[in-house]
């Protein structure tokens, strides 16, 4: 009896160092749909040359909506939802295929999203957890947001989480770190604003400690050795910075005018 089919869905932007890795960790998928948001390295020669489907998609539309183009071109009966920096691990793959043998109804697939920071993988933290990446292709898929983006939960849907870990490899440099970190924050006080929400310096700090003790203490990150530190430390300046640059927008008359270009 042959097994229910997959397609791998991935969005890409300047992704060539881990996205060979992340293809080659698939080539057990019926497709490959990569849909690319204007790369200018090799990003999408690497996933021409491995046969991947790829589309490009340069008007940014956040990544819900990217994700939910991506599906739009896949034709299998499951889809796994995949970033250009991870990585399947074997014990996974065997997992997903021992699934896809007898697939469960309306039911929504979780894995372990296991991350590599500066110099090792982090176990605790609030970085080990699982979420759904696996699901019906006709069943349900992402939702709008910008970023933070997350599969749809349709009423009565199932949950099933697989063993094996999804390797996430995600920063690269403290640098490399700091550019994502900006563009999420952005995003956040992008979809803020555009609700009317308003925010304090006062709120800022108060967010940034509470992340710094929650990831270090409460979910122990001191577990994860000086990364654990350096990370709760820099997520909690992230925090802060995206309840300041949504304060400035609500407190710089300027930010509003015509021809105005803020948060360049």
Request: one cysteine or more; a neutral charge; charged letters at 20%.
């Amino acid at each position: 009896m042959s097994r229910a089919t997959i397609s791998a869905i991935i969005i890409t932007k300047n992704e060539e160092q881990i996205l060979p890795e992340c293809l080659g960790s698939l080539d057990w998928v019926d497709e490959i749909i990569v849909v690319d948001s204007g790369s200018t390295d090799r990003t999408v020669e690497i996933a021409e040359q491995a046969g991947a489907k790829v589309y490009v998609n340069a008007d940014w539309p956040g990544f819900g909506k990217q994700k939910q183009l991506a599906q739009s071109y896949a034709s299998k009966d499951w889809i796994l939802a995949i970033d250009a920096d991870e990585v399947v691990s074997p014990e996974l793959k065997q997992s997903i295929l021992t699934m896809l043998e007898n697939p469960p109804q309306n039911t929504l697939v979780e894995v372990n999203e296991l991350t590599w920071v500066f110099g090792r993988f982090l176990r605790h933290s609030g970085w080990y957890y699982s979420h759904v990446r696996i699901y019906p292709r006709e069943y349900t898929g992402y939702d709008d947001a910008l970023v933070h983006e997350g599969v749809i939960r349709p009423q009565g849907a199932k949950t099933q989480v697989l063993d094996g870990d999804l390797l996430h490899y995600s920063y690269r440099s403290i640098n490399h770190y700091l550019v994502k970190s900006a563009h999420y924050a952005k995003a956040w006080a992008d979809a803020r604003e555009a609700k009317g929400k308003k925010s304090s310096l006062t709120q800022a700090i108060v967010h940034g400690i509470s992340c710094f003790l929650k990831m270090y203490l409460l979910k122990r990150g001191f577990l994860d050795g000086k990364q654990g530190f350096l990370i709760a430390l820099l997520s909690a300046h992230s925090t802060f910075v995206k309840y300041a640059d949504l304060w400035v927008r609500n407190n710089d008359s300027r930010h509003n005018l015509p021809g105005s270009t803020p948060n360049k």
